[in-house]
């Protein structure tokens, strides 16, 4: 069964992608086009019936961004059962707030670089 863009989400992916926050904005700046040691990124990808922020097939690797709406218990139980998911799926999941991304981008990138696969080339 397909699990990666299953169709019924397209649209929502698409909305996400036009409605990016302020964080999503910046790191993307820094995700897109390979420019992270060649790893190529996307964003708003549908694992399952889930649609992370960014994703990074060759590193299985998603990049979740935190604003104010997932820290609520709702949200917070939300997140956990997504990550139990992925990670059934062999795929890492790294979580920053936004408020990283903004003020802290430098530290961002070297924390998503130190989660790379060192043993794989781009």
Not at 1 to 27: C, G, H, P, Q, V
Not at 67 to 77: L, M, P, R, S, W
Not at 102 to 111: A, D, S
Request: glycine share 2%; charged share 35%; net charge positive.
């Amino acid at each position: 069964m397909k699990i990666y863009n299953r169709n019924y989400l397209k649209s929502r992916r698409k909305e996400l992608r036009n409605n990016s926050t302020k964080a999503e904005i910046i790191l993307w700046k820094y995700l897109k086009s390979s420019q992270l040691e060649g790893r190529k990124f996307r964003r708003q990808q549908s694992i399952g019936n889930y649609i992370v922020d960014f994703y990074c097939p060759k590193e299985r690797l998603v990049i979740e961004l935190d604003g104010e709406v997932h820290f609520n218990k709702d949200a917070i139980e939300y997140d956990k059962l997504r990550t139990e998911y992925l990670e059934s799926k062999f795929i890492k999941v790294i979580r920053f707030e936004n408020k990283e991304v903004i003020y802290n981008i430098e530290k961002v990138l070297k924390t998503i670089s130190n989660n790379f696969n060192k043993n794989t080339s781009p």
